[in-house]
């Protein structure tokens, strides 16, 4: 099983039909995600990151193609057996998605108790995720009088808690300042140390050329076939302003 | 923390849980009320019956000690009839006594009893028409501890009478009337939890993609829908109890027999109502079942 890729899309079609017209938002997609790979997945707005992700997290099912998650074939899974699968997934929101009516801790348990840990062991784990995020003397709080920097540690807490072989965010820098931002992506990429694929839907290339790391970049729904090379993004002053500035 | 989630949805929309809530009351105490009528029917049924018999008249038999004379026989007569639930006694000799058995199971049977001494009877007739069973317990019980009385037949040998058929019909009703409200219970917690469900959804559907299974995402709104059947069914209960306390003697007092009391739901079927509550309203919040189980609608 050793090199057996932990994120797998072989020759993935997602079609869309809006008003009578039919709308590819990924073409003929294939890509392979190992164990411990830190990767940013880039692209503009409506490039099809998204659809990308719903694809992973077995949230969409592929109009043509194959896709497969630590090993498991995703396109022919039941809803029982995604959501079963997606307790081995951590996944980030841009927007937290915290449940309102429970506290900080709780947030952080509920993912422990859709696996079915014990009590001691789910307890043991959530103080010791808060702990890592700095959260732990807010575990009792309400998630609405936070700020949105703590719930999105809380929402990486989360994630975290299950410790996942893959964890999959999207956008999960939107809502932050770029000093938390930068701190959050510094923290997921010491995932790789504990053999955790990373993998992270972006728009923000100042962070992606920051973190490094793989880069897969979407254009139009499809990869090209190699990983984008970050140096051809470096932006330059056009000529004619470095003149102008120089005479 | 199910709890927790299940008092979230129940406070979400505290208008609607109010309503609903006094919705199920509502639907539970029409079928209450009809059960009540009917148990109070059939109770006046049976009582009647008992009357009308050609075997057992409105009355009762007390068979007296034989070593009694006629002096101790006449005194006791007259301290039962000083009760005034009875109008009137006659003395039967143990020689009319044999007369009637005759009468009533042929010879061969009377012979049986032509060796031994019948004792002598008196019969009593009710002052009143309809007496409750508890009242016929506590008369029987008092008779029977009168110094000479061996023994006390109440005679309650109901025949069938017409009215009989009639009150079966009721019962017919109230099955179908039981099947209508059970619906509506499941109805209207099942809309309510909708509600709460759709107010909740983005959590709901975060719950699916952390992986929930839809069971998980069920019991908050198990417990919910268990919540409101059984506040309704209480509120139903209470608005039963009151009405027969307070409504029935000041309305329907006029219209029943002379000395019936009107009883109150019986304690089986105050427990079978509130089964039915808690039941329909488990039905209902099942009715949510292909919104917890169909895939998340987000990413």
Not at chain 1, 125 to 149: D, K, N, W, Y
Not at chain 2, 71 to 84: C, V
Request: proline share 4%; aromatic share 6%.
């Amino acid at each position: 099983m050793a090199g057996m890729p932990v994120v797998e899309l072989v020759d993935v079609d997602r079609e869309f039909t809006r008003g009578g017209e039919r709308l590819h938002a990924l073409a003929r997609v294939s890509l392979k995600l190992q164990s411990g790979e830190f990767v940013f997945l880039t692209g503009p707005s409506g490039s099809g990151k998204s659809t990308l992700l719903r694809l992973v997290l077995g949230l969409d099912n592929p109009s043509k193609g194959e896709v497969y998650v630590l090993g498991k074939a995703v396109h022919k899974m039941t809803e029982a057996e995604r959501r079963r699968l997606r307790r081995e997934v951590g996944v980030v929101f841009q927007d937290h998605r915290l449940i309102s009516s429970l506290n900080v801790f709780e947030n952080v348990e509920l993912p422990l108790l859709f696996q079915g840990l014990g009590k001691a062991e789910r307890e043991r784990r959530v103080l010791e995720i808060l702990e890592t995020v700095q959260m732990r003397e807010h575990a009792q709080s309400g998630v609405t009088c936070l700020s949105a920097g703590e719930k999105q540690r809380v929402g990486i807490a989360r994630a975290l808690v299950i410790c996942p072989r893959i964890l999959v965010a999207d956008e999960p820098t939107g809502n932050l300042d770029p000093v938390s931002a930068r701190s959050l992506v510094r923290m997921l990429r010491e995932l790789k140390g504990f053999g955790t694929t990373v993998f992270i839907a972006t728009h923000d290339m100042g962070l992606v050329r920051d973190f490094g790391g793989r880069v897969l970049e979407l254009v139009g729904g499809a990869l090209p076939p190699n990983d984008l090379n970050m140096a051809s993004k470096a932006y330059k002053v056009p000529r004619f302003f470095a003149a102008g500035q120089n005479a | 923390m199910i709890l927790k989630l299940a008092w979230k949805h129940l406070v979400s929309r505290p208008f609607s849980s109010l309503f609903t809530i006094v919705a199920v009351a509502v639907s539970l105490s029409v079928l209450g009320t009809f059960w009540t009528v009917v148990e109070n029917l059939e109770r006046i049924r049976v009582t009647r019956a008992q009357v009308s018999s050609v075997d057992a008249p409105p009355g009762l038999t007390v068979f007296v000690d034989s070593k009694l004379n006629k002096g101790e026989i006449d005194a006791l007569r007259e301290k039962i009839l000083s009760d005034n639930r009875f109008a009137s006694s006659e003395i039967v000799a143990p020689e009319a006594a044999l007369k009637a058995l005759e009468l009533q199971f042929g010879e061969t049977l009377s012979k049986v009893f032509e060796g031994n001494s019948l004792p002598v009877t008196l019969k009593l007739q009710f002052s009143k028409t309809f007496l409750r069973g508890e009242e016929l317990n506590v008369v029987l019980n008092t008779l029977r501890g009168y110094p000479g009385v061996l023994d006390v037949d109440a005679g309650l040998g109901a025949v069938p009478s017409g009215r009989e058929t009639s009150y079966s019909r009721l019962f017919s009703w109230a099955s179908a009337l039981l099947l209508t409200v059970f619906g509506v219970v499941a109805l209207l917690v099942s809309h309510l939890i909708r509600l709460a469900f759709e107010a909740l959804r983005p959590e709901v559907e975060t719950m699916k993609v952390l992986g929930a299974s839809a069971f998980w995402i069920l019991r908050p709104l198990l417990i919910e829908g268990l919540a409101l059947g059984f506040l309704g069914a209480l509120l139903a209960l209470g608005l039963l109890f009151l009405g027969v306390d307070v409504v029935v003697p000041r309305v329907a007092a006029s219209l029943l027999p002379k000395d019936f009391i009107f009883d109150s739901l019986s304690l089986l079927s105050s427990a079978q109502l509130v089964g039915l509550g808690v039941g329909a309203s488990l039905v209902g919040s099942f009715l949510t079942w292909p919104l917890v189980s169909k895939p998340a609608q987000t990413t």
